[in-house]
């Protein structure tokens, strides 16, 4: 068993950065992907960015390729969602998942309960 709790998420102008964490507890966070994930009004959950257990291998939709850098750090059981040059079409709920490193939300059996991120124009 994984629980996962976000945090980090708020208001912020287009073109300024926040930084999500997931915080994990459970003996096998450090050994499953983690991946993170967001939901807009009206809309799928869809795939934002994946990371391997080890973090040696990372994963990022186009839409946020070059802007958004996921990371873990097993020894603090946290994981870590740096975005930068945010834009109003980044506005959803975000939420980090637990499980087999994949693109598809199905795949991610631990879920955090989400947090806002609301980008201004």
């Known amino acids: 068993q994984v629980q996962l709790v976000e945090s980090g998420g708020g208001l912020v102008q287009a073109g300024g950065s926040l930084r999500l964490s997931c915080a994990a507890s459970?003996?096998?966070?450090?050994?499953?992907?983690m991946g993170w994930f967001r939901q807009a009004p009206g809309k799928e959950r869809e795939f934002v960015a994946a990371v391997t257990w080890s973090g040696g291998n990372t994963y990022y939709a186009d839409s946020v390729k070059g802007r958004f850098t996921i990371s873990r750090d097993n020894a603090r059981r946290t994981g870590y969602l740096q975005m930068n040059s945010l834009e109003p079409e980044d506005t959803a709920v975000y939420y980090c998942?637990?499980?087999?490193?994949?693109?598809?939300?199905?795949?991610?059996?631990?879920w955090g309960q989400g947090t806002q991120v609301t980008v201004s124009s």
């Open positions: 459970g003996r096998t966070f450090s050994s499953i992907a």
């Open positions: 998942g637990a499980g087999s490193i994949s693109t598809h939300h199905g795949d991610y059996p631990y």
